[in-house]
């Protein structure tokens, strides 16, 4: 039995009141993250507390060091971007060859083309989740593919690649960045049936290969990006009945994981506030975001949080332990 969000979230999820809570939390606790996101070159160095720790540990002379300068801050952050629109670029080509609408209404009488070569072998997000054979949680993703009907699959990656390309055509940068709501952002149709391959194109996927084909318009839904959402958030119910949004919890079996279900709705907006927190601080420290671009370095902070806590999600991950998270 699972409790949590379930097969989406509580409505009072999409209550305003709600969404003000969590996004307070969020902002609250985006500034200790912030400094050792950039501290650590997105986790790739040390913190100034890790370092004063080492410090410590061989007798080194506190007054001999200097704290991180700003202007040391922002060479890190700008390196931070670069380097995050760098990894991100080194297999968007295959993404953009695939998300190619006329490539698809020409495979309407070979869909199982698309299928077994395309998807199987040249989208790397499946082509990667299929080879995995060290996780066993990912046996019944298999067999999800393997019989799933063809051309139910093309007609939902058409259907994404359509909504993306009209969605880019509409938008106007300058009235995108004034957005408050997230029904501003309009992306309620990526929750719908016909945008989804239930077992195989899911939430994550999806929206993984939209990502990779217009990354200034939509959030990766990453599994680490959900876990991070929850650590961002506090941690905290805020008076959801079944737990937290951004989990789920399988009692019978004892384990926890991201809500793989989460709404694409919500988690845009609150990648769209985490993104304007960043825009700021890129601001603050002459660093420069690309709009047509922006939510990489979303994916690279949330990622970073995500990050901080593998040691714990990894035990969250295979075992709730004593009630000691505050699970209900």
């Given at each position: 039995?699972?409790?949590?969000?379930?097969?989406?979230?509580?409505?009072?999820?999409?209550d305003?009141?709600h969404?003000?809570?969590?996004?307070?939390?969020?902002?609250?606790?985006?500034?200790?993250?912030?400094?050792?996101?950039?501290?650590?070159?997105?986790?790739?160095?040390?913190?100034?507390?890790?370092?004063?720790?080492?410090?410590?540990?061989?007798?080194?002379?506190?007054?001999?060091?200097?704290?991180?300068?700003?202007?040391?801050?922002?060479?890190?952050?700008?390196?931070?971007?670069?380097?995050?629109?760098?990894?991100?670029?080194?297999?968007?080509?295959?993404?953009?060859?695939?998300?190619?609408?006329?490539?698809?209404?020409?495979?309407?009488?070979?869909?199982?083309?698309?299928?077994?070569?395309?998807l199987?072998?040249?989208?790397?997000?499946?082509?990667?989740?299929?080879?995995?054979?060290?996780?066993?949680?990912?046996?019944?993703?298999?067999?999800?593919?393997?019989?799933?009907?063809?051309?139910?699959?093309?007609?939902?990656?058409?259907?994404?690649?359509?909504?993306?390309?009209?969605?880019?055509?509409?938008?106007?940068?300058?009235?995108?960045?004034?957005?408050?709501?997230?029904?501003?952002?309009d992306?309620?149709?990526?929750?719908?049936?016909?945008?989804t391959?239930?077992?195989?194109?899911?939430?994550?996927?999806?929206?993984?290969?939209?990502y990779?084909?217009?990354?200034?318009?939509?959030?990766?839904?990453?599994?680490?990006?959900?876990?991070?959402?929850?650590?961002?958030?506090?941690?905290?119910?805020?008076?959801?009945?079944?737990?937290?949004?951004?989990?789920?919890?399988?009692?019978?079996?004892?384990?926890?994981?991201?809500?793989?279900?989460?709404?694409?709705?919500?988690?845009?907006?609150?990648?769209?506030?985490?993104?304007?927190?960043?825009?700021?601080?890129?601001?603050?420290?002459?660093?420069?975001?690309?709009?047509?671009?922006?939510?990489?370095?979303?994916?690279a902070?949330?990622?970073?949080?995500?990050?901080?806590?593998?040691?714990?999600?990894?035990?969250?991950?295979?075992?709730?332990?004593?009630?000691?998270?505050?699970?209900?």
């Amino acid at each position: 039995m699972y409790v949590g969000a379930g097969i989406d979230v509580e409505e009072s999820c999409y209550d305003y009141e709600h969404i003000k809570k969590v996004l307070g939390e969020i902002k609250k606790n985006f500034e200790g993250y912030f400094q050792r996101f950039l501290e650590t070159n997105a986790g790739n160095g040390l913190t100034e507390e890790d370092f004063t720790k080492l410090q410590k540990k061989f007798g080194i002379d506190e007054k001999c060091t200097k704290p991180i300068s700003s202007k040391k801050l922002s060479i890190n952050y700008k390196s931070i971007i670069k380097e995050s629109l760098v990894k991100y670029e080194k297999d968007q080509e295959d993404y953009l060859k695939i998300m190619d609408i006329e490539l698809l209404e020409d495979l309407v009488d070979d869909a199982d083309h698309f299928k077994s070569k395309i998807l199987r072998n040249e989208c790397p997000i499946i082509r990667k989740t299929l080879a995995n054979r060290k996780a066993k949680e990912l046996d019944k993703y298999r067999g999800n593919f393997s019989h799933a009907d063809a051309d139910w699959l093309l007609e939902v990656v058409t259907n994404l690649c359509e909504f993306a390309d009209e969605y880019a055509e509409s938008y106007d940068e300058e009235e995108y960045e004034n957005y408050e709501t997230y029904e501003d952002l309009d992306m309620n149709l990526m929750d719908t049936d016909d945008y989804t391959a239930y077992g195989v194109i899911g939430g994550g996927i999806k929206t993984h290969m939209l990502y990779k084909v217009y990354p200034g318009l939509f959030p990766n839904r990453s599994r680490s990006a959900l876990w991070a959402l929850w650590y961002l958030s506090g941690k905290s119910k805020y008076n959801c009945t079944m737990d937290s949004e951004f989990l789920m919890i399988d009692v019978d079996k004892g384990v926890v994981q991201q809500n793989y279900f989460y709404p694409y709705t919500l988690f845009v907006y609150y990648a769209f506030e985490i993104y304007k927190l960043l825009r700021d601080k890129a601001t603050e420290l002459n660093a420069y975001i690309d709009p047509d671009y922006r939510y990489i370095i979303v994916d690279a902070f949330l990622e970073y949080v995500a990050l901080e806590h593998d040691a714990d999600i990894s035990v969250m991950k295979s075992q709730i332990r004593d009630g000691g998270m505050g699970f209900a």
